[in-house]
């Protein structure tokens, strides 16, 4: 009975330590993406399709929202889950944006203790673990996917996403019926509020293969059998969501060869973004991308490791991380081309727990094999955090509202198309037409439109309030691009 009683007791604080430290991740999160629940919603983008002019999202949850939310390709995707959700927060708090925001803060608080959990489940320490939670929590990339309103079906999914993943590696210990069917319910939430997540069963499976070293001849279910529900949502999923991008004129074609170097520069500028993370942008446009050599070079090279490591036996954490980072990119790397950024930091949400995987498990090998290097490795840890939450915090303060986003964009990168044009339409809302219509017309130049780039330089002209000497200038070169054939037909 001592005995028994001990062990109980050992559990309990066992316990009672994991939820403290879930906690206090929790709480860290909260405190650092707070500012962001000062934001207001961004005008001329998104925010306007999802919440302010939508019609049917105004009104709150209602039977017919409830329909349209399931039957709507609005925007270019089939998401009800995330429509909904937009809905129950116009019931709870109006167009207040605030409530808007904390939700989408609330969901990323609770990814991140979902992915401590996670991190636990494979194995990792419990510092380890926290560190790479509270990494992934406050990195800046996170900043596009919890700040912006129009992006909750990011946070859905991830969150949904991970609790799939953390159910699916419980049920490995205690297997059971109403577990698999938990995996399979949040796999199809995770999906209906983002297709980001297609490549989870694939994830699933290499957690089996080089995680869990599951056997295909002893296991009742084989893993392949057990993900066939999912890899058949994932498949219908894929095939509507093209549909709908199709539809809504997003698919861009282009030579294979093409969509191949760009999706390894796309690789290697994700990578520098995970650690020097500067310079993030709304929008990265591929027109006039240097793409340069060296992120081609990175991404193969990276690919090329990867591969070497998947097909060589060892350790299977690293397995698992480059695995992740490397499948879970693939939709959005740019083979398949929607829209016309080169990359984006919304997308960095799920890939990027591969490469904390592959941090967190480098880090422990060589304090490891270090012990006196514990307290400097703590402090460096420390010191990159608060880094970090400092770069987040500025990084928020550019999505307070839409001029002040779009100007940091210009500011970045001056020919950036979608950042000019939406500059544009913020003021024309704000009736400063001439300004306004400036630079629209410099961002239909850029795109090649200068027919539509003369005509409203004309209303810009009419409005007044601007340079005359700048109109002249781009109107010639409008005129010289009409007289060359550049960007007729387009």
Sequence with gaps: MIGSG??????????????????????????????????GFIAAYDDELYLTL????????????????????????????TWLSHMLDVTLFGLVPAGHHLVSLLFHGGSTVLLYRLLRQLGFARATAW??????????????SVAWAAER??????FFGLAAL???????????????????????????????????????????QHLCGRTREGDRWPPLMEMLPLLLAAGAIGVITWYAQAESNAVVTAPLGDRVLVALAAYGEYLRLFFVPLGLSFHYPLEGSAI??????????????????????????????????????????????FGGQFVADRYTYFPHIGLLILLAWGGERFLAARPSWGRAGATSAAILLVGMALLTVRQIGYWHDGERLYRRAIELNPANWLALGNLGGALVQQERYGE?????????????????ALETLRSARRAGGVSLRELDLLSDEALRKIRNGDGVGR
């Design 292 to 337: 340069g050599i060296w992120r081609p070079l990175a991404g193969l090279l990276f690919l090329a490791w990867g591969i070497r490591l998947l097909c060589r036996q060892g350790e299977p954490l690293p397995r698992v991380g480059c695995f992740w980072f490397l499948v879970t990119l693939l939709p959005v790397s740019g083979i398949v081309r």
């Design 131 to 144: 560190l790479a939670s509270l990494l992934f929590a406050v990195h800046p990339q996170r900043v596009e």
């Design 54 to 81: 939508n019609g049917v999202v105004r009104q709150g949850l209602t039977p017919a929202g409830f329909l349209w939310a399931f039957t709507s390709l609005t925007g270019g995707n089939w998401h009800p889950v």
């Design 153 to 158: 079906k990011d946070v859905l999914s991830v």
């Design 436 to 452: 306004g219509f400036l630079l629209l017309a410099r961002a239909q130049l850029l795109r090649g439109r200068p027919a539509e």
């Design 166 to 208: 953390t159910t699916y590696l419980s049920s490995l210990r205690r297997p059971g019926r109403g577990r698999y069917l938990a995996v399979v319910g949040l796999f199809l939430l995770s999906l209906l509020s983002k297709p980001m997540l297609v490549t989870l069963p694939l994830l699933i499976l290499g957690l089996d």
């Design 6 to 39: 001990r062990l109980l007791t050992a559990a309990a604080r066992l316990i009672t330590r994991e939820r403290m430290l879930a906690l206090s991740l929790f709480l860290l999160t909260v405190a650092v993406f707070l500012p962001s629940c000062g934001n």
